[in-house]
Each structure stands twice: as C-alpha cells, then as structure tokens.
C-alpha cells in the first residue's frame, strides 16, 4: 500500500503535488492545509487522514481531524501531529510530523519508530518543494523516502 505524506500546504494545491499524490492508496497530511476546499480535491485522489496545523482553527475538517490523529492501516499504527515533540512514540510503528517545512527521514534512537517530516510542497525551507511516500505490505514498511518535487511553490 503506498501511503503519500503531505504537510503544510497552507491553501495551495499545486500541479506538480497533485501529479504526485496520483496512484496513492492513502494521503496522510501533517497540519496546516488551511482550506476546506483542498481536503476535498485531495479525498478525490486517495482517502485522506490529517491532524490540524497551528494555522487549522476555523477550518471544517470534521470530527475525526484532531491535534493528534491515529490511523491503524496495513497492519501498522500510525500517528500524525503537526509537533514532533508532541507525537507517542510509545504506542506507534510510523509517526508523522509536520510544521518545520524540512523533511527528513529518520528512526528514533530510543524507540526505534521511523518519524517521517515531509517539508512542504508550497512553501519549502531547505532544497525545494517536497513530499514523503511509505510504501508498506502485510504490516511490513519496505521503504520510507522523500520526493523532490519540481516547481518552487507560490512566491508570498
């Protein structure tokens, strides 16, 4: 199951991030998408599981998008929060963070849980638009990488 990680896309979809995210079978997003619009264009591609953003309150997301949000899929549990600091490390196999604009990949030295940052595809801080893709099978993860997006997202 391919599983395409998304934050802070604060209310702008661009070409190139839908192009990518076509073919996933679940979006998770980090916080901050900032539209109910973009929600909707994104649950047309693939179901989507968020968390709320520090920039999310008075959006209508529904009552299932909360600080923390858990996901049990393909046999794994899954935590998304816009802090990292914030996530459980304890109680999940893949924990996704947002909020820092920089991606990264990387296992926790204590749990040994993979934590995913996708950056942002609309406005980057460190190399460019990006976006996170884990690919998982029967509970198994079999990678977990970061995609360079092309583009450089709306100028503010």
């Known amino acids: 199951m391919r599983y395409d990680i998304v934050s802070d896309t604060h209310g702008y979809l661009s070409q190139q991030l839908l ?3 076509s ?3 679940m979006i998770l997003h980090a916080g901050d998408m900032c539209s109910d619009s973009d929600l909707r264009t994104l649950e047309d591609i693939a ?3 968020m968390c709320l953003g520090n920039n999310d309150y008075g959006y209508s997301y ?3 998008v909360r600080n923390l949000t858990r996901v049990f899929s393909d046999g794994l549990r ?5 802090y990292r600091d914030r996530l459980d490390l304890e109680t999940c196999d893949i924990a996704i963070c947002g909020h820092t604009h920089r991606p990264y990949v990387e ?3 204590r749990t040994g ?4 940052n996708p950056g942002s595809p609309t406005y980057p801080r460190a190399g ?11 509970g198994k993860l079999l990678s977990a990488r970061i995609i360079k997006l092309s583009g450089t997202g709306p100028t503010r």
């Open 19 to 21: 192009d990518a995210l």
């Open 23 to 25: 073919g996933a079978d």
């Open 47 to 49: 179901p989507v599981r």
């Open 62 to 64: 529904g009552p299932s």
């Open 78 to 82: 899954w935590e998304i929060c816009h």
């Open 107 to 109: 296992r926790d030295a």
């Open 113 to 116: 849980v993979l934590v995913m």
């Open 128 to 138: 460019g638009p990006t976006i996170g893709r884990i690919v998982c099978e029967d």
